[in-house]
């Protein structure tokens, strides 16, 4: 896996488990976040992969 570095303070970050909530469904998901300011992201693969798949799953089923 390559290295990724915080866009804030430059830290190199780490692979962790994100919580995440949506339409008040909550669930973790892999991420990354900054172990010196603690901001985190999300790969372009992960949000293609699983976020966006994740979120028409619950919209079909609260009737949006």
């Known amino acids: ?9 430059k830290e190199e970050i780490k692979t962790t488990s ?10 973790s998901i892999e991420g990354l976040r900054c ?3 603690g ?3 999300l790969t372009e693969e992960v ?5 966006l798949r994740t979120q028409e799953m ?3 089923k609260v009737g949006r």
């Open 35 to 37: 172990p010196k300011c």
């Open 18 to 27: 994100l919580d995440m909530e949506y339409l008040g469904i909550s669930g």
């Open 39 to 41: 901001t985190s992201y």
């Open 58 to 60: 619950i919209e079909s």
């Open 47 to 51: 949000v293609r992969e699983k976020v």
């Open 1 to 9: 896996m390559q290295k990724w570095y915080c866009f804030k303070c």
